[in-house]
Nanobody, 121 residues
Framework: QVQLVESGGGLVQDGGSLRLSCAASGNIWNINDMAWYRQAPGKQRELVAR???????TYADSVKGRFTVFRDNAKNTMYLQIESPKPNDTAVYYC???????????????WGEGTQVTVSS
């Protein structure tokens, strides 16, 4: 089985900084794309940032220039560096990954359980 575990969430002040981590573990053969999504109260889950296994990144327009996604493939871990957060960045942040399992063809999507980020003004 595969697990994605997020960490690093919490309360941060407007203009501060925060780093989220997502560690994948289990019977992993390969991790393809990884991504961070977020869901604010009363809103749909939205893509924040995505990174390929080769390191190519894409960002939501609302976070460009403030958020940076990167990964350490040796550790099966993805990070999200949040700079100058704003109150409307408050949400539960979820980790997503496309993972190949040892001994099984193809890839499957996996989600973490989420970590709360609250930005105070």
């Amino acid at each position: 089985q595969v697990q994605l575990v997020e960490s690093g969430g919490g309360l941060v002040q407007d203009g501060g900084s925060l780093r989220l981590s997502c560690a994948a573990s289990g019977n992993i053969w390969n991790i393809n794309d990884m991504a961070w999504y977020r869901q604010a109260p009363g809103k749909q889950r939205e893509l924040v940032a995505r990174i390929t296994s080769g390191g190519k990144t894409t960002y939501a327009d609302s976070v460009k220039g403030r958020f940076t996604v990167f990964r350490d493939n040796a550790k099966n871990t993805m990070y999200l560096q949040i700079e100058s957060p704003k109150p409307n960045d408050t949400a539960v942040y979820y980790c997503y990954a496309l993972i190949s399992i040892r001994g099984r063809a193809g890839t499957m999507p996996y989600w973490g359980e989420g970590t709360q980020v609250t930005v105070s003004s």
